[in-house]
């Protein structure tokens, strides 16, 4: 049996934890002796614990300036383990793997992200990005979620001539129209079956292009007044001020902010639109986990959002409001169940779950 590490900072809510996650539900147990690792924990860490056949090590990092407990804590538990392979995600996580592994561990690294801008996170992360550029070339393998994020590390200087894709997998029975669910979610928001509810998942951050999506929120709402715009995603403060100002009166009136939710898909299906407005994506879950419950999509031409879409959406220029509100005013009056429909089954055809752990098994057993 191959003894693999699964590690990852924390197991917080957010795209690249639920990938995680569902990686370590469906990876075939019968081949791989699994012991899951993370820094902090978090929200989502009972999930993990009662995953069967698995070992889970909760690493309990003191903050971001503990280095030497945390390596020797880390290091300890991976000489004891003697893992074959290590599958690191995302930037702290993956240092510290390829720091704290024996000579003879493989070693994955995670990559998410594409068109950062790093100079909007702090010192922090671009030092994390930095020391990864410069230790890419000491990596056994790198998987990527999209081409976007090959193409925008190589970019920067990563060594990426082992770089593979594996797209994201979407649970398809969790993440399904749900008629009962439509109606409660409507009912609640005073929407009449008339009424177009727009969406828009995603944290509140820059690279979500918040500021661009509320500016055409409002130029819709005092268009039409059968819309209502919901935002289900926590974050920024400051950039949420910002939305707020430029919404005025229609700031939880009919723009309304659900925070941050765990079950999601309990509210895609009351949605009619749901919109990613970002400058930066990698593989955007939010978008086909919307079209895995048939509700279609307008997205800006960032990462692979415009092959995640294909023929089933509207694809419109990043960081440009005119465009997004041309495209949303096209969707707004196209056949929207049409497109829910083959939404949901290029999700099926092209990134179930069950594709993303064979992907992933496979790149774990070729590194090998």
């Not at 001020?241 to 659900?258: H, M, S, T, Y």
Request: aromatic residues 12%; charged residues 30%.
């Amino acid at each position: 049996m191959i003894k693999l590490v699964l590690s990852i900072r924390s197991l917080d809510i957010g795209g690249a934890e639920r990938q995680f996650i569902e990686l370590i539900k469906h990876i075939d147990k019968n081949r791989f002796d699994i012991t899951v690792c993370t820094m902090y924990g978090g929200e989502q860490e009972d999930i993990v614990k009662k995953i069967p056949h698995i070992n889970y090590i909760n690493l309990e990092k003191s903050g971001r300036y503990d280095f030497l407990d945390f390596y020797m804590k880390y290091k300890k538990v991976l000489e004891d383990i003697q893992p074959d392979v290590i599958y690191s995600f995302l930037g702290e996580m993956n240092l510290f793997s390829l720091w704290c592994k024996a000579k003879r561990t493989k070693i994955i690294w995670g990559f998410r992200a594409s068109n950062m801008d790093l100079k909007k996170y702090g010192k922090v992360p671009q030092i994390l990005f930095w020391l990864q550029k410069r230790l890419s070339k000491k990596v056994d393998k790198i998987i990527a979620n999209s081409d976007a994020s090959i193409k925008f590390h190589k970019e920067q200087g990563f060594f990426m001539d082992r770089a593979v894709v594996v797209y994201n997998g979407i649970d398809t029975d969790r993440f399904k129209r749900d008629e009962k669910k439509r109606k409660e979610f409507r009912e609640k928001y005073n929407l009449k079956s008339s009424d177009i509810a727009i969406g828009i998942v995603a944290r509140v951050d820059y690279m979500k292009g918040y500021t661009i999506f509320s500016q055409v929120a409002k130029k819709l709402l005092q268009k039409y007044d059968n819309f209502k715009f919901f935002s289900i995603g926590d974050g920024d403060k400051e950039i949420k001020k910002e939305c707020i100002d430029i919404l005025g009166e229609f700031n939880d009136n009919r723009f309304i902010w659900l925070g941050q939710q765990s079950r999601v898909e309990d509210f895609y299906s009351g949605f009619d639109i749901v919109v990613s407005s970002s400058f930066g994506e990698g593989f955007s879950n939010s978008i086909a986990e919307a079209m895995s419950c048939e509700v279609p999509c307008v997205v800006t031409d960032v990462g692979d959002s415009k092959t995640i879409v294909a023929e089933t959406g509207i694809v419109v220029k990043a960081n440009n409001t005119e465009s997004l509100y041309n495209g949303l005013e096209k969707m707004i009056n196209s056949d929207k169940i049409f497109f829910g429909k083959k939404a949901r089954k290029r999700v099926i055809d092209n990134f179930s779950i069950e594709k993303m752990v064979k992907s992933t098994e496979d790149e774990i057993l070729n590194c090998l």
